[in-house]
């Protein structure tokens, strides 16, 4: 060891640089650290000690070096690390190793093969290299804070190279081992673990300070307490004159936040319609088969969502006895019964007193009128519904008739501001089947409607789909008039329209089973025909009800 040649100088050399560069925090510092002891040991001589060699080995297993530092307890922390050693070639393709040494007591003058103190741990860091010059290792894994650092430098384990790699020790004039250290501020103690009451409330730290969520948490300031809720906060806070709960109705509790009433219920109902619907099971093609026929199951699926149903008459086929509904409309529309208004067609008085109709919906607790008449009113919303029979043979219709003088009873004052009259057989008809008869029951209907300013009817019976412009009883345009739709579509099958339609005919389809939508809104409608895939065949609205 070269001790003269340091006199006056401390056992530990220390050269502190500072470093402000760009990528370095402003708050970072370097030190580049020289040796203090320095050594190797080697297997052929136990007893040997190389402290004093200007040349460190390193040779497979049998030549070991041993270098310690000292790093100056700073307060900060290390971020990185990095062992310079100025050697030459590696002399092995599997590099040259460091380890963190057991222990750092070793002595620079005493240590030898038998008394080194070994490695700790894994590899450290290791590189080969071909050239001599200054090797970098980053051993910052090894180096986390101020007090001795004792590195093992050696062959990779397999290496059998045939000589020493010489490394200048600390004795050397020139090319010294380093040991370069990059510190940074270590960060304050979290400011709830800090022993500070940071936000002067008189409560210091977890868990005392409620601003605190742990001994992690870096922000003692408490949370600001929660607003008071709207609903007792003493303020109109929606400006409708009423405040908090329970005067106020848009609050359900003193705990509401919003003190916002609700909107009132929308009063738009959703009515779908058709008529001719169900097959029984002894008809062909009941099961759905053929598209042009027996279709009641797939215009079933288009009635969800619906506040009321209306079928519009000719509910079964071939004729309305009870067993046919159960078999044929009941697995199909009858999923939907809890809603439904029905009226009667001609396909059910082909059993007398149309019995298997009457029998089937007071079975299902449905309104359909009492046997022998089969008209009814019922309101929906802002919207009269008038269910009537316009099968005048067994139900009389005409003037003066009981089903008349119940007619014009629901249309009497007072009454909702809209009206929709159903039943099965249309007045208006432009249908190949039945376009040239003009039920004679169905004018009386129409008369009375009219002079009430009815605004809808609905219709079934020909099996096809047509608008008609609003129109008075004789078919001429009339702003007050009433609309009429024909909807035979449910399902049965389809009949054909003529060429020659009537005036205030507006379309038609005579291709496709489907369901009336309406949307029965205040004081207005809107309407869609709906086909079997859910597509919009024909729209319109609203317009208002007269």
Not at 100 to 110: F, I, M, S
Request: hydrophobic residues 35%.
């Amino acid at each position: 060891m070269r001790d003269a040649r340091r006199a006056g100088t401390a056992s530990l050399f220390l050269l502190l640089v500072m470093v402000a560069s760009l990528g370095t925090p402003a708050s970072a510092a370097v030190m580049t650290l020289q040796a203090e002891a320095d050594s190797f040991v080697l297997s052929s001589n136990l007893r040997a000690n190389r402290g004093a060699a200007t040349s460190l080995k390193i040779r497979n297993a049998t030549k070991i070096t041993y270098i310690r530092f000292q790093v100056p307890a700073s307060g900060e922390q290390v971020s990185t690390a990095t062992l310079r050693v100025f050697a030459t070639q590696a002399r092995c393709s599997l590099g040259v190793e460091v380890l963190r040494a057991a222990n750092d007591t070793w002595g620079e003058t005493t240590i030898n093969w038998g008394n080194q103190p070994g490695t700790s741990g894994s590899v450290v860091a290791s590189q080969t290299w071909t050239t001599k010059g200054y090797r970098a290792f980053d051993v910052t894994p090894a180096v986390s804070a101020g007090g001795p650092v004792s590195f093992v430098l050696r062959h990779a384990v397999g290496c059998d190279a045939s000589g020493d790699v010489s490394v200048t020790s600390r004795e050397a004039s020139t090319n010294q081992p380093q040991l370069v250290v990059e510190t940074i501020s270590a960060p304050p103690d979290p400011a709830c673990s800090d022993g500070i009451d940071n936000d002067a409330d008189g409560l210091t730290d977890h868990p005392a300070d409620p601003g605190c969520a742990d001994a992690a948490d870096t922000n003692e300031t408490d949370l600001p307490p929660p607003p008071q809720p709207a609903c007792s906060d003493g303020t109109d806070n929606d400006a409708d004159g009423l405040t908090d709960h329970p005067a106020d109705p848009g609050c359900a509790d003193a705990t509401d936040a919003d003190e916002t009433d609700l909107p009132p219920p929308s009063e738009e109902k959703v009515v779908v319609a058709a008529g001719d619907i169900a097959c029984s099971p002894s008809m062909p093609y009941f099961s759905g088969s053929n598209p042009a026929k027996c279709q009641h199951r797939a215009t079933a699926d288009l009635l969800t969502g619906a506040d009321a149903v209306l079928p519009l008459g000719d509910l079964q086929y071939p004729i309305g006895e009870l067993d046919h509904f159960m078999a044929g409309y009941d697995p199909s529309w009858g999923l939907f019964a809890s809603s439904t208004y029905p009226v009667v067609g001609n396909h059910e008085y082909d059993v007398p007193n149309a019995q298997g109709y009457f029998d089937y919906w007071a079975s299902k607790g449905r309104p359909a009128g009492d046997i022998g008449g089969g008209y009814y009113v019922v309101d929906l919303g802002s919207w009269r519904l008038i269910a009537l029979n316009s099968n005048c043979s067994p139900v009389p219709c005409k003037e003066g008739t009981t089903q008349n003088n119940f007619l014009e009873l629901g249309l009497a004052p007072p009454t909702p501001p809209c009206i929709l009259a159903f039943w099965h057989h249309p007045l208006f008809n432009s249908g190949q089947e039945h376009g040239a008869a003009m039920p004679s029951g169905a004018r009386a209907f129409w008369d009375d409607l009219y002079a009430a300013g009815a605004d809808l009817i609905l219709n079934g019976h020909e099996h096809n789909y047509q608008r008609y412009a609003k129109q008075d009883p004789l078919g001429q345009p009339s702003e007050s008039g009433i609309r009429e739709f024909i909807v035979g579509t449910g399902g049965r099958g389809l009949y054909g329209l003529l060429d020659v339609k009537d005036a205030n005919y507006e379309t038609g389809n005579a291709t496709d089973f489907g369901v009336l939508r309406l949307r029965l809104g205040e004081s207005v409608y809107s309407w869609e025909f709906v086909g079997l895939n859910g597509t919009v065949l024909d729209a319109g609205g609203p317009v208002a009800c007269n």
